[in-house]
């Protein structure tokens, strides 16, 4: 029998014609009726008109009328709330049907019906249906609770249901238990409070119903497993245990969240042996992903990226299978590629780069090209691959493939800069392929080439001129690398591009429009003007190494994925909050700032997959990173005394040009860095507040002002020193007396110039935290002496330490490790304390963003009755944890904190310092 | 978690049938998911995309699509796995999932579609349970315990199976089937190769039997051997899977194989070892390409199993330029055809002996005088073979206990085949 007869009714009248079917008294007819309206409604054709007439069918005993009357019923219930009241009566008698088929029916169909009116009528039969003696009712109704609290959560919570749905837990049935886990979860991500706790209690009642339950039933607890937070390793040690047979398991679904549930379970577990026992026992099941359909693949691909940067030791052995066949899809061969990239090692670079060779060769544009950029990579990230790398890459431009030999030469310009000095002999054989470059991206590698080595490529002045000649038509890319690429052929050989810097700079600055290039025209235009050995100091200036970082995830945002692994997060390598809308409220600010900086690789706008461009995001921030620690370092290395303050602040940002040299990036950093290192320069935003300690008065041979601080992970003591005196101070001393934070700093003498009578320096002493200990009683005053040689004048002073800058960058807890440890502190140590606002304004948000800048961490916030409730974890040098919850009530300057810490000691420093940070601005 | 909608659709992208489970994402938006797909170079078309906050995740069957829809952080592995076990389903039901198929079925498509998944959480999926309820002709609905009833096992430990089969003559046939696949590169290195195995059942068992099979398992020899069991030669499965059937922390605590099977045909576990064999069939290739006019190709294959087996229906897939034409052919065994849809040669072998037999083919092509310039495709020499009765793993059955209450006998059939997987040669 055929179902397609149905679908052939289109004459006109159709509709009266099903009307007068409806009416039918006989059975078979109203049944034939009811499917022809459902084929309607499956083509799309609105037949809602029909809906009194349809409901007119539903108290039947043919159950397959029955069903589909209620198919009906739940796809236009919307469009006539007030007449699907009149279903409810069926439903409510359905509901108590000796049948339990039917009762579990009723109960499922009424809670898809998205209806206020009917929802108010589901409680009592849902209330029945949860306590229903056959489990298929209870395991249906266990859903049913989840699809009303999405229509109407206060009814739920009022009801009690939520309570029914955690005493489920334990029901004798497993599959009941699974759907209640898949319920009180799925509540547990929207809802304000917390209402599904995996606790000792019944953690063995899931791991119990696990060996039981049908394999979607696995996948809900395993996923559930990873709210719970081990207490002790013996526990993490247990249930690892428990859920490593599900590797075995034919369901792909289940061996992933088992896989998860041991990725979090195995940062409990201190004891080397038993980590790499299960580290061994997942690589099998995640190689066997690989056998699987080309879409499992795909995301078992995506999530072994994630696991091979948490535990390469995972798959390291395992590079073979990820070896690309001929006929896998591209976007396969695309994560093959990259989980190649990062198992490649010095043992098997060998057979790694003679398979990128191989795809190299393939016809796949964007395979070739990532394959040939694969190549690059490699040879950047194994110092000792980087000859036979940049052999492969030799041959491969041999091909004379235009876009194996455009990409090529981008790759061979990144290896440049990681080893400079060591493969410029190849230059000769790049500037043969020039004219068959025609990308962008390609051209500025060559011509940062060609810039960078000016001063070894005989005719450097004429491969320029003739990119010269085109300038106007040149991507902003190209002409900005063209301009930095001749200013730089200048100032290594003046004679040969006099004219041509003439040129250029004209060019740049009188005749385009684009503003990055006429900005830094005006730049160089300045620089050269002004002064040509500063020129050549700042364009010719060494550059940092750079590293691959190119798929590398930022550490909080690959543990968030880890706990996200199977699940779509996974496959965008984001975090759910950047693409959920529907999530509890307080995690979404909390996210903010990490998202901001981060860049996923998976990005699924236009210009989704890897572009030619892909490669540099990461590469390009890590650069822009290291230029930022450059300039700190540089501070006091006066490069030039150009007075460019009025130009700094009228430097757009450009960010997207790797080329730049440094000190470029410099500048266009120097807008969220403070300003580029002038030094001495009276316009520098200087990043700490010093206060005199010594000499105020000027009545001493010396005037001391300084201030501790930290930054990039280092405590430094900021001084400012102002001789007064006559002579040369030369070298000077300096040494902390016995303190309560056990600090000193870890080079006595001052790395600093002598200083003249009458001028002034700055010098930052690192300080040595490492080992801080810290005694009884706190006294937050630290006394120093500073001896000046060679004339072994002493002076005494003292200085308070502010405590937060012991707070270390990774204070960060997770929000279940901050539960557990809060509940393992015990209540003695606990201390409040209430804190006076005395800032004229403040919001609690950017109060909070300021915390975060010191290192105190924010975790979680949530607002409750015109409270904020804010709970954050910092870390001491010496791992002491402090937490606290900040209470911020609405029109009240009072702040309550609540805080614990494993060190009770520090307690009253603590709270101290507190004040210190919220009050001061 | 959970999935917001489900939709069929044809190649075109237009929806056969569609199911919302929670009313959060439109379900126009299935429209928008064609225009992208369609649009799409196939480089990016990832099989779980991103648009407008909402994810689609889909595969492709005979021209269909099976398409979910979240707009949450949903459990993407779940989703892809439900989409494929939805085609066993339907494959089930309907012998072949296809345009026409569910045409021919939507009223059962709706009720099966409303029993697997429930507010976007997979149910039950077991074909064979679905089917004791699900059926596709009407039924009366009685008053009172006759009609049609749920299966206890839907909710039961054993889910898979229902009670009170009754067969005649109990049997249980086994066949363990092992795929090669491999991987050799131009010059002749072999970069991988490897041998997915799979034990499949069918069992024509009544009642509730308690099976155990027994495999010469390397580690579960080891462990016997202490104790003075039988020596034999074990075999190191790396990474085995089991039908849920199969007590998975009994496997783990003893190695022993437990269960109740379903009945009919299953898969009952399946298992990988990455041991470097021999390739059982060796391919090598000349090939001589003079530009514009001919090319000219000589190949050899040579078995490498033992001389006792041998292997069917051999096909050798010799890849050739799209422009090649007039083929001639010279082989010592078999034929030889050009199958210009493939581009390429199929030599065809229909018993090729093992130990070391060596056959020869040469094959000639005109090329035409002009050709464009685009870069050749370099698709690799694929092998097809199967050798019956061999395993290459060496993996044995040596034992199926089957224990049912009412002590009936059974006896149990074992076949072992040989096949050959993804068996590539590259080709420079």
């Known amino acids: 029998m055929s179902d397609s007869k149905y679908f052939q009714t289109t004459k006109k009248g159709e509709i009266h014609e099903l009307k007068e079917e409806l009416l039918s008294?006989?059975?078979?007819?109203?049944?034939?009726?009811?499917?022809?309206?459902?084929?309607?409604?499956?083509?799309?054709k609105d037949v809602s008109m029909l809906f009194t007439h349809v409901l007119n069918c539903m108290q039947t005993h043919n159950l397959e009328l029955k069903k589909l009357v209620y198919l009906y019923v739940m796809n236009y219930a919307k469009n006539h709330p007030d007449r699907a009241i009149l279903a409810v009566n069926t439903f409510q008698?359905?509901?108590?049907?000796?049948?339990?088929?039917?009762?579990?029916?009723?109960?499922?169909?009424?809670?898809?019906?998205?209806v206020d009116n009917i929802t108010e009528h589901l409680c009592e039969p849902l209330r029945h249906a949860l306590k229903d003696q056959d489990p298929y009712v209870r395991k249906t109704a266990a859903v049913c609770v989840a699809k009303l609290y999405d229509v109407n959560p206060e009814l739920v919570e009022n009801q009690g249901f939520l309570n029914i749905l955690n005493d489920m837990l334990g029901d004798s049935n497993p599959m009941v238990v699974?759907?209640?886990?898949?319920?009180?979860?799925?509540?547990?991500?929207?809802?304000?409070?917390?209402?599904?706790?995996?606790?000792?209690?019944?953690?063995?009642?899931?791991?119990?119903a696990l060996n039981e339950c049908t394999e979607w039933g696995q996948v809900f607890i395993l996923n559930s497993l990873c709210k719970y937070t081990p207490r002790d390793s013996q526990e993490a040690e247990n249930v690892c245990e428990r859920v490593a047979p599900r590797l075995q398991h034919a369901n792909s679904a289940v061996v992933l969240s088992a896989v998860k549930v041991l990725m979090k379970y195995l940062n409990s577990i201190p004891n080397g042996d038993s980590v790499r026992t299960f580290c061994k026992k997942m690589a099998p099941p995640l190689v066997t992903l690989l056998s699987k359909e080309p879409e499992i693949q795909f995301l078992?691909?995506?999530?072994?990226?994630?696991?091979?940067?948490?535990?390469?030791?995972?798959?390291?052995?395992?590079?073979?299978?990820?070896?690309?066949?001929?006929?896998?899809?591209?976007?396969?061969?695309?994560?093959?590629?990259?989980?190649?990239?990062?198992?490649?090692?010095?043992?098997?670079?060998?057979?790694?780069?003679?398979?990128?060779?191989?795809?190299?060769?393939?016809?796949?544009?964007?395979?070739?090209?990532?394959?040939?950029?694969?190549?690059?990579?490699?040879?950047?990230?194994?110092?000792?691959?980087?000859?036979?790398?940049?052999?492969?890459?030799?041959?491969?431009?041999?091909?004379?493939?235009?876009?194996?030999?455009?990409?090529?030469?981008?790759?061979?310009?990144?290896?440049?800069?990681?080893?400079p000095n060591k493969y410029e002999g190849i230059i000769a054989t790049l500037c043969a392929n020039l004219e068959s470059l025609d990308e962008p991206e390609a051209k500025a590698s060559m011509i940062w080439i060609i810039g960078e080595y000016a001063e070894r490529i005989d005719n450097a002045h004429e491969l320029l001129n003739s990119f010269l000649e085109g300038f106007k038509d040149e991507n902003s890319q190209v002409q900005l690398q063209l301009l930095t690429a001749i200013v730089k052929l200048f100032l290594k050989r003046p004679k040969d591009a006099q004219q041509m810097v003439q040129t250029v700079l004209n060019l740049s600055t009188q005749e385009s429009d684009n503003p990055d290039l006429r900005d830094r025209g005006f730049v160089y235009w300045r620089l050269l003007s002004t002064d040509f050995e500063a020129a050549k100091a700042v364009v010719l200036s060494e550059k940092p190494l750079i590293t691959d970082t190119t798929s590398q995830l930022d550490e909080s945002l690959l543990n968030e994925l880890i706990m996200n692994i199977s699940t779509l997060a996974s496959v965008y390598h984001k975090p759910p909050e950047t693409f959920v809308a529907k999530l509890k409220g307080i995690k979404r600010g909390m996210r903010k700032e990490e998202e901001d900086e981060e860049e996923p690789d998976y990005v699924d706008d236009d210009n989704n997959g890897p572009s030619p461009n892909q490669g540099y995001a990461g590469q390009q921030q890590q650069n822009n990173q290291q230029y930022g620690q450059q300039q700190q370092q540089q501070r006091s290395g006066n490069l030039i005394d150009l007075d460019l303050s009025d130009l700094g602040s009228a430097l757009p940002q450009q960010s997207n040009n790797p080329y730049a040299s440094p000190q470029q990036q410099q500048y266009n950093n120097s807008n969220d860095l403070g300003f580029l290192g002038g030094g001495g320069n009276n316009n520098v935003r200087s990043p700490v507040q010093k206060s005199v300690i010594f000499g105020g008065d000027k009545s001493q041979s010396i005037q001391i002002a300084g201030a501790f601080s930290r930054a990039n992970n280092r405590v430094s003591l900021e001084l400012t020193l102002s001789n007064n005196s006559q002579q040369q101070m030369a070298r000077f001393k300096i040494q902390f007396y016995q303190n309560s934070f056990g600090i000193s700093p870890i080079d006595p003498?001052?790395?600093?110039?002598?200083?003249?009578?009458?001028?002034?320096?700055?010098?930052?002493?690192?300080?040595?935290?490492?080992?801080?200990?810290?005694?009884?009683?706190?006294?937050?005053?630290?006394?120093?002496?500073m001896m000046v040689l060679p004339s072994q004048e002493k002076f005494y002073f003292k200085m308070n330490f502010p405590f937060n800058c012991l707070f270390t960058e990774n204070g960060r807890l997770e929000r279940d490790s901050y539960l557990a440890m809060w509940r393992s502190i015990p209540e003695t140590n606990e201390r409040q304390k209430e804190i006076q606002i005395r800032l004229n304004q403040f919001d609690p948000a950017s109060l909070l963003a300021k915390l975060n800048q010191k290192n105190l961490f924010e975790i979680v916030r949530k607002s409750n009755n015109g409270q904020e409730i804010s709970f954050l974890s910092c870390k001491t040098e010496n791992s002491i944890y402090i937490l606290v919850e900040l209470t911020f009530s609405q029109n009240s300057r009072v702040c309550k904190a609540i805080s614990k810490s494993t060190a009770p000691e520090v307690m009253p420093i603590f709270e101290h310092t507190l004040d210190n940070l919220i009050n001061n601005a | 978690m959970a999935a917001s909608a489900i939709f069929l659709m044809d190649s075109k992208g237009k929806v056969l049938i569609s199911r919302n489970y929670r009313g959060d994402v439109p379900m126009s938006v299935a429209s928008k998911f064609v225009s992208k797909i369609l649009e799409e170079e196939d480089l990016n078309l990832k099989p779980i995309i991103q648009e407008d906050g909402i994810s689609y995740i889909y595969v492709k069957y005979n021209n269909l699509f099976l398409l979910a829809t979240t707009e949450r952080n949903a459990n993407a592995a779940t989703i892809l796995l439900f989409l494929y076990k939805m085609i066993e389903v339907f494959n089930e039901y309907f012998k072949e999932l296809e345009e026409e198929s569910i045409r021919d079925n939507f009223v059962v498509i709706y009720e099966l579609m409303d029993e697997m998944m429930d507010f976007g959480y997979p149910q039950s999926t077991e074909p064979k349970i679905l089917q004791e309820y699900i059926t596709q002709e009407g039924y009366k609905l009685e008053r009172g315990a006759k009609g049609i009833m749920l299966p206890a096992a839907i909710t039961g430990a054993v889910s898979w199976r229902k009670e009170g089969i009754k067969y005649n003559k109990n049997e249980?046939?086994?066949?363990?089937?092992?795929?090669?696949?491999?991987?050799?590169?131009?010059?002749?290195?072999v970069l991988r190769s490897e041998i997915v195995g799979a034990v499949k059942m069918k069992s024509k068992l009544s009642g509730m039997p308690e099976l155990r099979l027994g495999l010469n398992d390397k580690i579960l020899f080891e462990n016997s051997n202490k104790t003075g069991a039988p020596k034999g030669k074990g075999v190191e499965l790396e990474d085995v899977k089991f039908h849920q059937c199969v007590r998975l922390s009994k496997f783990e605590n003893d190695r022993t194989i437990s269960f109740i099977p379903p009945d009919g045909e299953f898969e009952l576990m399946s298992y990988r070892l990455n041991t470097t064999v021999k390739p059982l069939i060796w391919v090598e290739c000349i090939s001589d390409t003079h530009a514009h006019s001919r090319v000219e190709y000589m190949v050899k294959?040579?078995?490498?199993?033992?001389?006792?087996?041998?292997?069917?229906?051999?096909?050798?897939?010799?890849?050739?330029?799209?422009?090649a034409d007039t083929p001639k052919f010279r082989c010592t065994v078999g034929t030889c055809k050009y199958a210009p849809e493939k581009d390429a040669i199929i030599w065809t072998i229909k018993q090729f002996p093992g130990g070391g037999k060596e056959f020869l083919m040469r094959a000639h092509f005109g090329l035409p005088s002009i050709s464009d310039e685009k870069p050749a495709t370099k698709p690799p020499i694929m092998v097809k073979f199967e050798i019956p009765y061999y395993t290459v793993s060496g993996i044995q059955v040596r034992y199926l206990k089957i224990i049912e209450k009412s002590g009936y006998q059974a006896l149990p059939w074992v076949r072992y085949v040989c096949l050959s997987g993804d068996y590539q040669f590259r080709t420079s």
């Open chain 2, 301 to 323: 294959a040579k078995s490498q199993f033992k001389g006792k087996s041998i292997a069917n229906n051999v096909e050798i897939i010799v890849p050739v330029p799209p422009d």
């Open chain 1, 178 to 208: 699974a759907n209640a886990v898949a319920a009180l979860t799925e509540i547990d991500e929207v809802s304000k409070t917390e209402v599904f706790r995996i606790h000792s209690g019944n953690l063995n009642k899931l791991l119990a």
């Open chain 1, 300 to 419: 078992g691909l995506r999530n072994i990226n994630l696991i091979v940067q948490r535990r390469p030791e995972i798959l390291q052995y395992e590079m073979k299978v990820f070896f690309c066949k001929y006929n896998d899809p591209i976007y396969v061969k695309m994560e093959k590629l990259e989980i190649m990239i990062m198992l490649a090692n010095e043992k098997n670079i060998d057979e790694v780069l003679l398979e990128f060779k191989e795809y190299a060769t393939e016809i796949d544009v964007e395979f070739v090209r990532k394959a040939v950029r694969a190549i690059g990579r490699c040879a950047i990230k194994i110092d000792r691959a980087s000859e036979r790398c940049i052999q492969v890459l030799l041959d491969l431009i041999q091909t004379k493939v235009n876009y194996v030999v455009q990409e090529a030469i981008i790759v061979i310009k990144d290896i440049f800069r990681k080893y």
């Open chain 2, 172 to 189: 249980v046939f086994l066949d363990v089937v092992e795929s090669i696949n491999l991987l050799v590169s131009a010059n002749g290195t």
């Open chain 1, 749 to 785: 003498i001052l790395n600093c110039p002598p200083i003249e009578p009458g001028q002034t320096i700055e010098v930052s002493i690192p300080i040595q935290c490492a080992n801080a200990a810290f005694t009884q009683p706190f006294n937050p005053v630290i006394d120093m002496a």
């Open chain 1, 93 to 114: 008698k359905d509901a108590t049907d000796p049948n339990p088929l039917i009762r579990a029916l009723a109960v499922r169909t009424m809670g898809c019906i998205r």
């Open chain 1, 25 to 44: 008294q006989r059975e078979d007819k109203k049944k034939e009726a009811v499917k022809k309206v459902i084929a309607a409604m499956t083509v799309g």
